[in-house]
């Protein structure tokens, strides 16, 4: 008994490494963009164009999801801070699904272990699961209600920004707001505000100088090691729960569980509603639910519920707690239930669409590149090493570090002599036009009643 258990676990766990194998360079790209578009889009600049409830604001929030992570927990904490900032909850849940089902990276990983069939059905279902969800929250969530719920938001959290002029840090609430090129800078003072004002270029960086520059390319590397350290663990459980699952399960139980529907339409029904559910009961989500959707294609589970099964990582429980903490029980739970319809009904629409182009896949899965190579090699196992070499050029980054950040600069507080950093420096003030930093509140003020005694 002891030796079966221990064998299936063993056979689990080559399964569950067979599954990162053929996803890593997939995993590896994904988080690699998604570093990128976190180092040089400002969320503050994304905010101005997701105000409106209308398909141009849509329009603008799936652009700017496709270019994010495809991690559903990282991504809700983006839609958390751009509801928060101003984004009107109809494009801010567009820009959710778009950013956990639209996005570059889980497209690969899809095709790396379900094939091209199944990450084609996810691209095209996913503005279809948009479109169903947007429409469900314009009808069955008062827009008022959503802004108490931003209020409420705004009054429990200070974030904390950094002055363009000075580099102090300083909570947004407490700052000086400018509006310049569709983003809202904040001022410590009216001096930094001033200064600023006579040559803004001098003091923001552009996207095009912060992807050109080394500090641009180590902060990628930072936001890339975020979201890895913020979502391993899933990752981790979804290889292993995949592997051991396809392992431990018997076909048998799949195929009383599959085939609970019946035939035709009441089956691509039941297998839709059963896939979210599924996921659920699992707890996997993000990218960690694909290897999981193989096996379950695998075991014989409808493509309608595969679909569903994927786009189902936004209701994992979860997820579930942090809705009700962002827009309180009764719109969490309410988008609880968008959510789920929404999945639901996409599973069924992209299987008929599917199913009348005649693209819906063979149940038996061949693995990608099979009886393919490449100088003796799988494409996989080129991809996998090309993508390990440029994560080690990422792990160089952050061993070296940023170069002459102007937070990183060491400064003298000139009342007491102490040396300080600028982004540690707490008080600062303008004369002359001249930027001076202090160590405490006292220093500060000491040198504004006979600032001449010390220069």
């Given at each position: 008994m002891i030796a079966s258990i221990g064998e299936t676990v063993l056979e689990g766990l080559i399964l569950a490494g067979d599954f990162f194998w053929q996803a890593f360079w997939a995993l590896m790209l994904g988080f690699i963009i998604s570093g990128a578009i976190q180092a040089f889009v400002s969320k503050e600049g994304m905010v101005n164009y997701m105000g409106e409830p209308n398909a141009?604001?849509?329009?603008?929030?799936?652009?700017?999801?496709?270019?994010?992570?495809?991690?559903?927990?990282g991504d809700i904490a983006a839609t958390k801070t751009l509801f928060k900032k101003g984004a009107h909850i109809i494009p801010a849940v567009a820009f959710k699904i778009a950013s956990t089902n639209f996005v570059i990276g889980l497209t690969f990983v899809i095709w790396a272990?379900?094939?091209?069939?199944?990450?084609?059905?996810?691209?095209?279902?996913?503005?279809?699961f948009i479109l169903i969800a947007i429409t469900l929250v314009h009808l069955w969530i008062p827009y008022d209600e959503t802004q108490k719920a931003r209020e409420r938001l705004i009054e429990e959290e200070?974030?904390?920004?950094?002055?363009?002029?000075?580099?102090?840090?300083?909570n947004r609430e407490n700052g000086i707001p400018v509006e310049h090129k569709n983003e809202t800078v904040y001022f410590c003072s009216d001096g930094c505000k001033r200064l600023f004002e006579q040559n803004p270029d001098a003091h923001t960086t552009s996207w095009k100088e912060k992807i050109t520059s080394?500090?641009?390319?180590?902060?990628?590397?930072?936001?890339?090691?975020?979201?890895?350290?913020?979502?391993?663990?899933?990752?981790?459980?979804?290889?292993?729960l995949a592997g051991l699952i396809a392992a431990a399960v018997p076909q048998t139980i799949w195929?009383?569980?599959?085939?609970?529907?019946?035939?035709?339409?009441?089956?691509?029904?039941?297998?839709s509603v059963l896939?979210?559910?599924?996921?659920?009961?699992?707890?996997?989500?993000?990218?960690?639910?694909?290897?999981?959707a193989a096996v379950l294609w695998g075991s014989g589970f409808a493509f309608a519920g595969v679909i569903a099964f994927i786009y189902a990582d936004l209701i994992v429980p979860q997820l579930i707690r942090i809705y009700r903490k962002i827009w309180g029980k009764k719109i969490g739970n309410r988008m609880t239930i968008i959510l789920f319809v929404s999945m639901a009904t996409t599973g069924i629409i992209v299987y008929y669409l599917f199913a009348v182009l005649g693209l819906i896949p063979d149940l038996d899965i061949a693995e990608t590149g099979e009886g393919v190579t490449i100088f003796g090699f799988e494409p996989v196992t080129i991809l996998n090493l090309v993508f390990l070499l440029i994560a080690i050029g990422f792990v160089g980054l952050l061993v070296r570090g940023r170069k002459g950040a102007p937070g990183d600069r060491v400064v003298e507080d000139p009342v007491t002599g102490t040396e300080i950093t600028v982004k540690n420096a707490d008080y600062c003030t303008v004369y002359d036009e001249s930027i001076y930093y202090f160590e405490s509140e006292d220093s500060r003020a000491t040198f504004r009643d006979s600032p001449e005694a010390y220069l």
């Open positions: 141009k604001s849509v329009l603008y929030a799936m652009g700017f999801g496709t270019a994010s992570t495809s991690c559903s927990f272990l379900l094939g091209w069939e199944f990450a084609v059905a996810q691209a095209v279902g996913a503005p279809i200070q974030p904390v920004v950094t002055d363009p002029v000075c580099k102090m840090r300083l080394w500090n641009g390319w180590v902060e990628a590397a930072n936001q890339t090691k975020k979201d890895l350290n913020m979502l391993w663990k899933e990752l981790a459980i979804g290889f292993l195929t009383l569980l599959f085939e609970g529907g019946g035939t035709g339409f009441t089956q691509v029904l039941y297998n896939g979210p559910l599924i996921s659920m009961a699992t707890f996997v989500g993000s990218i960690g639910n694909v290897p999981l």
